[in-house]
């Protein structure tokens, strides 16, 4: 029941959360030079004129600001005026999948090798192998991706023709990418992993577990893993966003038809439309995404309680 009502809670909480970014994200869009019709120089003033009459934006501020408020309650913002043979919405069901995809490959690669890695590198503390492991995942974080990726484009697909370098088709099309989104986070998820394993370790209940005798497997695994990998779990649902939302310099790089491309493109093509739908729907994304992680959190660790 307690979880029941913290959801409701937390679902409640995202109304005025999603007004308050809807808001700032409408003025901001309409406040900044330009428009979605200044490239057009030789439409003439009555076909302009026309064209701001369909999309409503001869009306004021205000009443558009109403409008705007009015169609996004029912999911609805119109056509991207920079295609407006397409609906916003159909965009964003098309273009999300790809970088979901991407987001998730590249999410579950760092967890499979950021977890091992850090247990590891805590059991085998101070060791050649930890310092090995904490040098590796230093690299991992100062190397940016936009670097990385044209050096791992360089090696592996033009000089050794391993991988192609850019589209998505295919599974070899995805290698490159998830390595170049991944990187980062298989450092980071390594370096709190060894932390929260090395506090772990310490304390007395596995201590009691190795003094009764338990193999070493069974108290790394059944004691110790559990509860040192909540830094990491906290770590998921920011982590999550940010691979999600953040792959666009990955999405330009290998020319992967993804969501943030378009929310780049709509910025500067002044798209009100498109940017305004595609924000929206990263929020609520995002707000979902960090509620499961919450509560997965209360499963992995009774002693936090949802409040």
Known sequence: ???????TRRLLMMIPTLWVIATLTFFMMRLAPGGPFL????????????????????????RQYLRFLGNTVRFDFGPSY?????QVSEIIREAFPVSAELGA????LAILLGVPIGVIAALRQNTPVDYASMAAALIGVSVPNFVLGPVLVLGFSLTVFLFPPAL????QSRVLPVLTLSAAYIAYIARLTRAGMLEVLRQDFIRTAM??????RMVVFKHALKLG?????SFLGPAAARIVTGSIVIETIFAIPGLGRH???????RDYTLVLGVVLFYAVFLMVLNLVVDVAYTRLDPRVELK
Not at 263 to 269: E, K
């Open 168 to 171: 998505w088709q295919g599974w």
């Open 105 to 108: 490959w590249a999410l579950l």
């Open 1 to 7: 029941m307690d979880t029941v009502n913290f959801v």
């Open 39 to 62: 490239a057009e120089r030789d439409i003439p003033v009555a076909a302009k004129e026309q064209l701001m009459r369909k999309y409503g934006l001869d009306l004021p501020l205000g």
């Open 211 to 216: 003094a009764k005798g338990l193999p070493d």
């Open 263 to 269: 929310l780049v493109n709509g910025a500067f093509n």
């Open 229 to 233: 990998i909540l830094p990491v779990v």
């Open 82 to 86: 920079k295609f407006p043979q397409r």
